[in-house]
């Protein structure tokens, strides 16, 4: 099947469009579909992953559901039959790659959690001893696992990259009882997963949420513990010290590091072993968390979560 590189719904008005989804305004509601490109050092690559926005938007569903003891979720149905009669008729491009949620008020912050030093953590750690204003202890290594998780936000910016601030930052820009809020939200449904994937062979390494608000609510949005927002490493042969190999990806960026690119548009084209392999992760990751085949496009799962 080719990819999903751009969603077409000439029925309904396109909200926004992001590096991955496509999202359209349905009232109070929005219809979101996951295409399937990919990004990296925030530049969307001219090659896409087939089935990559599938194996996203099922594995989200399969963590809202998982998790909706912790917080509520603004997932209202991924089945294409329940969907607005004007929607049925782009089935093949909705069937297993798409969701309508509730509209909330997103709040403008990256809630990241670390369980492990890595990435930039790794980087602010070497520097100053601390990620985010949380001194740890000196000594660690890199891929050291961190005990407990640490929250560790980030701005969420519409161009460039996101930058780590610290939680007084949060506090100053949400208030300091939403601020706690996303906080231990955060940390709880991090440290669930993280017990879930280890028990099936995965390291959750790092991860970031998104939460909006709605009737004064704290909703969880986006995606949720998927290959594009979170760090997997394979239990088997997990070594601190050294950088790991991953589900996630990080394969891609490596590769992409191994190339005189200024990572800058245009992205260079992706080879069909890079391009294999990468799907191969994604795809790896879904059916070890969930223990379930992919389903393929046209006969996926569907998921609806607590209001």
Not at 31 to 56: N, Q, Y
Not at 114 to 134: E, H, M, P, T
Not at 272 to 277: F, H, L, N, R, V
Not at 298 to 305: N, Y
Request: net charge neutral; with cysteine; hydrophobic share 40%.
């Amino acid at each position: 099947m080719a990819p999903l590189i751009h969603s077409d719904i000439a029925s309904v008005p396109l909200w926004r469009r992001g590096k991955v989804r496509d999202v359209y305004d349905l009232g109070d509601r929005l219809l979101v579909v996951t295409t399937d490109r990919i990004s990296a050092f925030d530049v969307v690559l001219g090659s896409a992953i087939p089935e990559k926005g599938v194996v996203l938007n099922q594995l989200s569903l399969f963590w809202f559901e998982q998790l909706r003891g912790i917080v509520a979720n603004h997932v209202l149905t991924s089945s294409v039959d329940e969907y607005p009669a004007e929607l049925r008729g782009y089935r093949a491009q909705l069937e297993g790659r798409s969701m309508i949620v509730k509209k909330t008020e997103a709040l403008p912050v990256e809630c990241v959690v670390r369980g492990f030093l890595v990435g930039s953590g790794w980087k602010d750690y070497q520097k100053s001893g601390s990620v985010c204003g949380i001194q740890l202890p000196a000594g660690l290594r890199e891929s050291d696992r961190l005990e407990p998780a640490i929250f560790t936000p980030s701005t969420k910016a519409e161009v460039g990259h996101d930058e780590n601030i610290s939680f007084a930052a949060v506090e100053k820009e949400i208030g300091a009882a939403r601020a706690a809020e996303v906080r231990d939200v955060s940390l709880r449904l991090y440290t669930e997963a993280r017990t879930f994937a280890e028990a099936r062979g995965i390291l959750l390494a790092d991860t970031k949420f998104e939460f909006g608000v709605r009737d004064g609510r704290l909703v969880w949005i986006d995606e949720a513990l998927t290959p594009d927002s979170s760090r997997f490493w394979p239990k088997d042969g997990y070594t601190p010290g050294r950088s790991q190999p991953s589900f996630d990806k990080q394969f891609l960026r490596d590769y992409l590091e191994s190339l005189a690119w200024d990572k800058k548009p245009p992205a260079p084209a992706l080879p069909d072993e890079i391009i294999q392999k990468t799907r191969a992760r994604y795809v790896e990751a879904f059916t070890r968390l969930t223990g379930r085949a992919l389903p393929a496009a046209g006969a996926a799962t569907t998921g609806a979560a607590s209001a």
